[in-house]
């Protein structure tokens, strides 16, 4: 039997033009609607189905069952395309966050080009997170709520070994600074 | 190296030395971990002079990358020196954790890239209707206000039908008949205010004046009266002829 | 149970931008599909729920379930206080209704906006009575009971005639009548 509060939250969920949070959900269910108790029910109850409620950053959304990918696919266009320096810099300001563009650079080994980070502003995924309180004060870069919905991440813990990589150290704030220092002053004996 | 020429030819595909050298540390097939640096050191040295002796254009980034890895390989062969700061051995696993990061997050990119991803692996609603919150005005009046624009209304439109429908003038003809009659009783001189109807309307009172005036001169041509004025403005007497 | 036919058809509709004929659905769930026999089964799987599919001259969508329509649009009230036109021109019609529009601008004196019954009906005070039988069949309006019971009148007997106007005064104060009136009209216009 499917509840009052289940229909009202799946309407919602199903008319809203973007992700909602809990209390935007409960604002427009209606006053004494148990949104989190309704939302674990549709989860149950869509589970079988072609399309799921799903949450990703704390907000909910319906989505296809990714096992259908094949019958949608054909008369979509290919999401963004992403250069292999784009998806290095997204995957390290994911795995970091907040990171400078320097701390970026530094992984990298490389200079990033101006647009890098610039595209993946515009998709949408990355934006500014204040600025490091360091000499030079700079810009830090997160990621954001559309990030994890575009990637069906329910939050960053949920980000491909995530835990692994920072049980090894290799998460831990850059500083290679000294590597940096060591490798010009090697040049200038050279 | 099989590795070797294709290396040499695509120098300029590299992303700088470290994506290089991660390159070179994966043709090891080890796990990063248990990299050898000093292997590692000299592929690294020998692509460099193979490039060298091909002439390529090699970026100024990996030739300050060799020199500092030859630096690093003596450093590693000769016996530790325990003045030399910093140690050796920890610049190479320095190297080590730099080239296991990148890897990482290589592999972390590509992770990502291979998830279900809206608009490709899953797909949100076509065309949701949205959440609307519509805002409607509470009209708000009250019955005095209405009584009172009523009010205002029927004020407005009273003196306008007043005015149109009871304008006080008095036409030529009445003026004629008038003056005709009331001659019959004047047989002296008089004065043509006389003749004017008594009313305290001073509109009323120039429309009969006029309307008179034009009736006597009327009459005057048709032989009927006799008019006399003193001097201009003075008062016009009339009396029958 | 559902089946895979049913899920595909769900998530093709869910997913598409405008509603689809049997024939697309057809052609983006795949071949072998009976699209016929999957619809009927949504259709009485998701009877229930909160949403729908529904066709509609021949082509199928979902829609949120009717009687949770007022989820959806949620109205917020704000108060607004009538404008001069607007009560001037409401007084006209509860006096002299049925009347035309033509009929309230002779009896104002002043042309009214096109907006101004429009509110009127917006409030729910006025309601078109049909159409005068003259050249040119003009709309008629009149009050309604929402009128009534708004001013607390158990009919429009109970309005004060004009006498009862002009015993309470409210037809003395003719020059700042007119006064306003020419106020009134200019912002009319504009």
């Not at chain 2, 390529?56 to 890895?69: G, R, S």
């Amino acid at each position: 039997m499917i509840g009052q509060d289940e229909r009202a939250v799946e309407a919602v969920l199903f008319a809203a033009e973007q992700p909602l949070t809990l209390a935007e959900i409960g604002a427009a269910a209606g006053e004494g609607v148990d949104v989190a108790a309704a939302l674990a029910a549709l989860v149950q109850s869509y589970a079988p189905r072609g399309i799921h409620p799903v949450e990703r950053g704390g907000r909910w959304h319906f989505e296809t069952a990714p096992d259908l990918a094949h019958i949608l696919r054909r008369t979509r266009e290919e999401p963004r395309k992403l250069s292999r320096a784009g998806i290095e810099t997204l995957a390290i300001i994911a795995y970091h966050e907040p990171v400078s563009r320097a701390e970026i650079e530094a992984i990298r080994g490389v200079q990033i080009s101006k647009g890098t980070i610039d595209v993946l502003m515009e998709a949408g995924w990355v934006r500014p997170a204040g600025r490091r309180e360091v000499p030079g004060r700079p810009l830090i870069y997160a990621t954001t709520a559309g990030f994890l919905s575009h990637f069906g991440l329910g939050s960053r813990r949920d980000l491909p070994g995530i835990d692994d990589l920072r049980a090894a150290g290799l998460l831990d704030p850059v500083d290679d600074m000294l590597f940096n220092v060591e490798v010009e002053s090697a040049g200038d004996e050279a | 190296m099989d590795a070797e020429d294709t290396l040499t030819i695509d120098i300029d595909g590299w992303e700088g030395p470290l994506d290089l050298l991660l390159t070179l540390a994966r043709s090891q097939k080890v796990d990063l971990r248990e990299l050898s640096i000093l292997a590692l050191v000299e592929q690294y040295l020998a692509f460099i002079t193979d490039a060298r002796a091909l002439k390529l254009e090699i970026a100024a980034d990996y030739l300050v990358m060799a020199a500092w890895l030859a630096y690093l390989k003596s450093g590693l062969l000769l016996p530790r020196d325990p003045e030399v700061e910093p140690d050796p051995a920890e610049l190479a696993l320095r190297l080590q954790l730099r080239l296991q990061r990148l890897d990482a997050m290589r592999e972390a990119g590509a992770r990502l890239m291979a998830r279900d991803r809206i608009g490709r692996d899953v797909f949100l609603r076509g065309a949701p209707e949205g959440l609307r919150v519509i805002r409607k005005p509470a009209w708000q009046a009250e019955l005095y206000d209405l009584i009172a624009a009523y009010g205002a209304v029927t004020a407005r439109n009273v003196p306008v039908m007043h005015v149109v429908s009871r304008r006080p003038v008095m036409t030529l003809e009445a003026a004629l008949q008038r003056v005709e009659a009331m001659l019959g009783h004047a047989l002296d001189w008089t004065a043509l205010e006389r003749f004017l109807p008594a009313t305290a309307d001073p509109s009323l009172t120039r429309s009969s004046r006029a309307s008179s005036f034009l009736a006597m001169l009327e009459l005057a041509k048709q032989g009927r009266v006799e008019l006399r004025q003193d001097a201009a403005f003075a008062t016009l007497w009339v009396r029958a002829a």
